[in-house]
């Protein structure tokens, strides 16, 4: 059963800060994994898709990477801005025989950049 | 292009009373879920179609979730009776198909709070 953990939980940073956030997956037969951002009490914002055959992603001031043998994804933030606080997720795609995609989900790590 | 779109917004409701989601998905795409998420917790499938047809509803409480997509196009999820347990956001996401390399577009989500 295909497990997708995040660390942290939750994070706080000062404005201006570079970090990291973390995703790490139990099953590496994925075909995709993306990362999304969810603002308090919204729905769902894609910002990078990784295709399995992918190393990494990039669009704007974010960086993602794709580790499928060790299951392991991580997003970073270059210059963090208090706009960035939100909720991270990460999600993989599984294929499943007849079903087609399938995509779970960590539970997310809540940022908060102060000013 | 169109994102997905979700209504209501906001329902709050009574235990054993019965509620109605709605949500129309992007042009074209063919493969559409619902996810529940509760408070804290990453989205959980509740069902996916393809086109008009149910592909997995395999963790659906069938006996009081129900969900229908009309002609391959709108769907809807119904709760009845609804519990407190039930109180959550329902997020829609659609995809042009349910293959590997395609990505997930959300709905900004309907948040149903059962009192």
């Known amino acids: 059963k295909q497990e997708v953990t995040q660390i942290p939980a939750a994070l706080s940073v000062p404005e201006g800060e570079n970090l990291v956030l973390n995703c790490s997956f139990t099953?590496?037969?994925?075909?995709?994994l993306q990362w999304f951002r969810q603002d308090p009490g919204k729905g769902l914002t894609s910002l990078l898709l990784i295709q399995s055959s992918q190393r990494e992603q990039t669009s704007g001031r974010l960086n993602a990477s794709l580790d499928k043998s060790s299951g392991r994804s991580t997003l970073y933030i270059a210059a963090s801005q208090p706009g960035d606080s939100a909720t991270y997720l990460c999600?993989?795609?599984?294929?499943?025989?007849?079903?087609?995609?399938?995509?779970?989900f960590g539970q997310g790590t809540e940022l908060s950049v102060k000013p | 292009e169109a994102g997905v779109a979700q209504s209501p917004r906001y329902k709050i409701i009574e235990k054993r009373q019965s509620v109605a989601f709605w949500c129309n998905p992007i042009?074209?795409?063919?493969?559409l879920y619902w996810y529940q998420q509760i408070l804290g917790q990453g989205p959980k499938l509740l069902i996916q179609?393809?086109?008009?047809?149910?592909?997995?509803d395999s963790q659906l409480p069938k006996d009081r979730f129900s969900a229908e997509r009309l002609k391959g196009v709108d769907s809807t999820l119904k709760i009845q009776p609804a519990k407190l347990e039930d109180s959550a956001v329902y997020l829609c996401a659609s995809s042009l198909e349910a293959g590997a390399h395609y990505g997930y577009t959300f709905g900004s989500g309907t948040r149903l709070t059962v009192v």
């Open positions: 179609f393809q086109n008009n047809g149910v592909v997995d």
């Open positions: 099953d590496s037969a994925i075909y995709n």
């Open positions: 999600a993989v795609k599984l294929m499943i025989y007849n079903q087609g995609g399938k995509l779970i």
């Open positions: 042009s074209g795409h063919a493969t």
